[in-house]
């Protein structure tokens, strides 16, 4: 098990931003894609950004394209989601997951390991 922990969420008002982290501990996850997925209430959990192990490619769904930014710190073993411009229909559970060891690219499913969740309000 890659233990994954997310953190930085919270209450925002429409306009505003936050930056999620994901920090893996007990194990490096240099040779894993890293996802940033959200769940809203009622709704299924969506793929919303991710990194390729290498850190060279990153994919993002059009409604974080432009918004958000993914990134990662091999060094902190930590992945990133920067938001800004955040709007009420952002609200939702986030969680970060692993996917690896080495897969191709950014996967957008398939993934091996999760994080709890960390909650994302944003107020309009």
């Known amino acids: 098990q890659v233990p994954l922990v997310e953190s930085g969420g919270g209450l925002v008002q429409a306009g505003g931003s936050l930056r999620l982290s994901c920090t893996a501990s007990?194990?490096?996850?240099?040779?894993?894609?890293m996802g940033w997925f959200r769940q809203a209430p009622g709704k299924e959990r969506e793929f919303v950004a991710g990194?390729?192990?290498?850190?060279?490619?990153?994919y993002y769904t059009a409604s974080a394209k432009d918004r958000f930014t993914i990134s990662r710190d091999y060094a902190k073993n930590t992945m990133y989601l920067q938001m800004n411009s955040l709007k009420p229909e952002d609200t939702a559970t986030y969680y970060c997951?692993?996917?690896?060891?080495?897969?191709?690219?950014?996967?957008?499913?398939?993934?091996?390991?999760w994080g709890q969740g960390t909650q994302v309000t944003v107020s309009s």
């Open positions: 007990g194990r490096s996850f240099s040779v894993y894609a």
């Open positions: 990194i390729s192990w290498t850190g060279g490619s990153t």
């Open positions: 997951a692993a996917r690896g060891p080495r897969p191709m690219g950014v996967p957008l499913e398939g993934y091996n390991y």
